[in-house]
């Protein structure tokens, strides 16, 4: 009895040491996706996207620093590689059209040959982000005070998940009121605006669309519409229809959603080892001059 109460006390121990270390030491690379996965499906993302684990190190390794980005970009990899990142989280997918070779003569081929060479994993969630209840749409919504708020285009497994947002507001908006909301919401100094036609019409309703919209947007009958970018003659489209349109910059409608996910995810991974950072390299590549 004497000996089975020493057995039982080690096995304690034992799973006690087992925990901690683990604790201690980061996560497994497979139990960081699954809670990326758990998050967003990746069944939500676009049928042409590219999402999901897309550089795996053949060497395997707890993820103890993970720094998220919008783009991946070679200035962001540096910053990686000096962070000593083991897992990089890049909301747009810097492998999206098939690569032939890796080589040094592009950049996107240099970044997958960084990853590999330094042991980094990568993932991409994409458009699963922009349709997930609580994603990177609702964050651009939340611009404004909202009423209602339903996707534009319904995921069929999940209607509260899908792409876009439209939304009725509480109270009226000027299109300079709007404007100011947008600015704060993706700390820009400046953003461009193209009015209704006829001008003076005041916001109600509102569509977003995170990204370059148009796709999403042009058949929503809203007063506003707030997206990245927009064609030439989607814009004036829109304008003519008595719709104000607000854009941002592509990657500027998206961005600021990352500072709140990183909150999500360290509670999600609950693991005080692990260190999430927000790039601070990361940002659009037009600047208004």
Same mark, same amino acid.
């Given at each position: ?98 690569? #032939?070779? *890796? ?9 997958? /040959?960084?990853? =590999?060479? @330094?042991?980094? +994993? ?78 003076? #019409?005041? *916001? ?9 919209? /148009?796709?999403? =947007?042009? @058949?929503?009958? +809203? ?67």
């Amino acid at each position: 009895m004497f000996t089975s109460k020493i057995f039982n006390n080690l096995k304690t121990c034992n799973h006690f040491f087992k925990k901690n270390m683990s604790s201690n030491n980061g996560l497994s690379l497979e139990r960081v996706v699954k809670s990326l996965n758990d998050y967003a499906d990746l069944s939500l993302a676009g049928s042409w996207d590219n999402v999901g684990l897309l550089i795996q190190p053949t060497v395997q390794k707890n993820i103890k620093n993970i720094l998220l980005t919008n783009d991946l970009t070679e200035n962001v990899m540096k910053e990686a590689v000096d962070f000593d990142t083991d897992l990089i989280i890049s909301y747009h997918p810097p492998i999206f059209s098939p690569l #032939k070779r *890796i080589t040094n003569n592009s950049w996107k081929e240099r970044i997958v /040959a960084k990853c =590999l060479e @330094n042991k980094i +994993a990568l993932y991409s969630p994409h458009t699963s982000f922009d349709s997930i209840k609580g994603g990177v749409n609702d964050w651009l919504a939340n611009a404004f005070d909202i009423k209602t708020s339903e996707p534009i285009e319904r995921s069929t497994s999940n209607p509260e998940n899908g792409m876009g947002r439209i939304c009725t507001i509480n109270g009226s908006l000027t299109p300079e009121e709007a404007v100011e909301l947008v600015k704060k919401r993706v700390n820009l100094k400046h953003v461009r605006l193209a009015l209704a036609q006829p001008s003076g #019409k005041m *916001i109600n309703t509102v569509a977003v669309c995170a990204g370059s919209g /148009a796709s999403v =947007l042009k @058949n929503i009958d +809203a007063d506003l519409f707030v997206t990245g970018e927009m064609l030439h003659h989607d814009i004036l489209d829109a304008v003519h229809k008595g719709t104000t349109v607000i854009l941002t910059n592509h990657s500027d409608s998206e961005r600021g959603f990352l500072t709140e996910f990183s909150k999500i995810l360290k509670t999600t991974l609950d693991n005080d080892s692990i260190n999430i950072i927000v790039s601070k390299t990361d940002v659009d590549p037009l600047i208004t001059v």
